[in-house]
Antibody, heavy 119, light 112 residues
Framework: EVQLVESGGGLVQPGGSLRLSCAASGFTFSSYWMTWVRQGPGKGLEWVAIIKQDGSEKYYLESVKGRFSVSRDNAKNSLYLQMNSLRAEDTAVYYC????????????WGQGTMVTVSS | DVVMTQSPLSLPVTLGQPASISCRSSQSLVYSDGNTYLNWFQQRPGQSPRRLIYKVSNRDSGVPDRFSGSGSGTDFTLKISRVEAEDVGVYYCMQGRQWPLTFGGGTKVEIK
């Protein structure tokens, strides 16, 4: 079964750091771009970051540039999101999703992990 | 950035009746390869998003044929021919044409 499982969310103080993980199974992870999308409480979907199959290309939402870093370990079938200098507005459910390539049509989504930034 | 504007915000529908959601982009979503990169997602209450339609009108496997996508350039529509109870949720359009990738604000479909 094709599956994505996120972990690593939690409560963190403003200015703190958190590292999210996404474990992939059921497909050839190294063949796909992978992405992170977030959803604030009661809000819509917001794309955050994306990484190419070999990690050679990465793109970010402007508001997270310089604070968030996306990476992957193809040997471990895992995607990561390192989040530093966290702000209250980063509070959201973070989803990882599989990207289908040039059309960036995310066809598989995880269940999400909640990140709360609060003192 | 490409701004995606959906309407209406909320769509109360009677079971068995049709529903239509509009999505407009601030720039053309036609890429140099001739493809138009517009996708539709459904998010049922308490669930993760699920892709319904990609590249304007291609329905995903397992998606009922009462769902259809159409449009071109900057103007797109998601239609549900006969709404069923399981269709309740929020629908989002998303453009894959350029960075940053952007979603519409969502349309909440509910049963009258």
């Amino acid at each position: 079964e094709v599956q994505l499982v996120e972990s690593g969310g939690g409560l963190v103080q403003p200015g703190g750091s958190l590292r999210l993980s996404c474990a992939a199974s059921g497909f050839t992870f190294s063949s796909y771009w992978m992405t992170w999308v977030r959803q604030g409480p009661g809000k819509g979907l917001e794309w955050v970051a994306i990484i190419k199959q070999d990690g050679s290309e990465k793109y970010y939402l402007e508001s997270v540039k310089g604070r968030f870093s996306v990476s992957r370990d193809n040997a471990k079938n895992s995607l990561y999101l390192q989040m530093n200098s966290l702000r209250a507005e980063d509070t959201a459910v973070y989803y990882c999703a599989r990207d289908t390539g040039r059309d960036h049509a995310f066809d598989i989504w995880g269940q999400g992990t909640m990140v709360t930034v609060s003192s | 950035d490409v701004v995606m504007t959906q309407s209406p915000l909320s769509l109360p529908v009677t079971l068995g009746q049709p529903a239509s959601i509009s999505c407009r982009s601030s720039q053309s979503l036609v890429y140099s390869d001739g493809n138009t990169y517009l996708n539709w997602f459904q998010q049922r209450p308490g669930q993760s998003p699920r892709r319904l339609i990609y590249k304007v009108s291609n329905r995903d496997s397992g998606v009922p044929d009462r769902f259809s996508g159409s449009g071109s350039g900057t103007d797109f529509t998601l239609k549900i021919s006969r709404v069923e109870a399981e269709d309740v949720g929020v629908y989002y359009c998303m453009q894959g044409r350029q960075w940053p990738l952007t979603f519409g604000g969502g349309t909440k479909v509910e049963i009258k």
